[in-house]
């Protein structure tokens, strides 16, 4: 595991981050996505339909970056091996849902489900193009 | 090749993108990257000591994700398979250090040189999760 650097650890609290998976014929995918920060650690609500987490599901390396909103080339790329795990109750969602004042059970159709993904920061790159 | 949705257009000059490519392990590194829109292909001058450009040399599949600077919830991801091509005198990178008021020239180590890297619009994405 590798640490948040202090003075990158601001952009935890950010809104959005890119999730970039790799899917069984070898491509990567990105998406934007809403996270929670624990500690070192970033986490996502993700509904089971979609590709990404199919792709983590398959191969749980992914990469995570989140851009300073005031300063687009300053920005943490985070990478490590996903843990998926389910959350039939929404226990999880409903945190995200918190963050972001949003009913997660709004953006899924009946019969789908949501998974709880954890990403340790095994490798962190801070980077501030415009330092 | 899919085009660029009209009402999405205008993000293919937007400063900065996030380029995902995957590694020989299997695992996907991101970065933020300068670019030049050519139509509906985005072209990159890349630095070839770097992973990213070793990884598209070894796996052209990548994605790009380009991020409206004043709506954060609103994106184009862009994949494609990456053609990679020597840029020995910096004939593009001065092209894209025209748009970038830099000469990129200053980026760059002695003995370390660029390539042009074109990725085609195989298959596009319009995201407006804020719509």
Redesign the interface.
């Known amino acids: 595991m590798q640490p948040i650097p202090d003075q990158f650890r601001d952009l935890m609290g950010a ?2 981050a ?1 999730l ?3 899917g069984p ?8 996505v809403w996270f929670l920060a624990d500690g070192d650690q970033v986490r996502l609500s993700l509904n089971t339909s979609r590709q990404k987490t199919a792709n983590l599901t398959g ?1 749980p ?5 989140i ?1 300073d ?1 005031a300063n ?2 300053r ?1 943490l ?1 985070i ?1 490590g091996a996903a843990r998926v795990e389910a959350d039939p109750d929404y226990t999880f969602a409903d945190k995200v849902g918190g963050k972001y004042g949003a009913d997660l059970r709004q953006h899924d159709a009946p019969g789908e489900s949501r998974v709880v993904v954890t990403v340790p920061a095994e490798r962190v ?1 801070a ?1 501030d ?1 415009s330092a």
Do not use: H
Request: glycine content about 4%; some cysteine; hydrophobic content about 30%.
């Open positions: 809104q959005v890119t970039a998976t790799v014929n070898g491509r990567p995918q990105q998406s934007l191969n390396s992914c990469s995570l970056v851009v909103p687009p080339y920005y790329e990478r790159r980077v193009m």
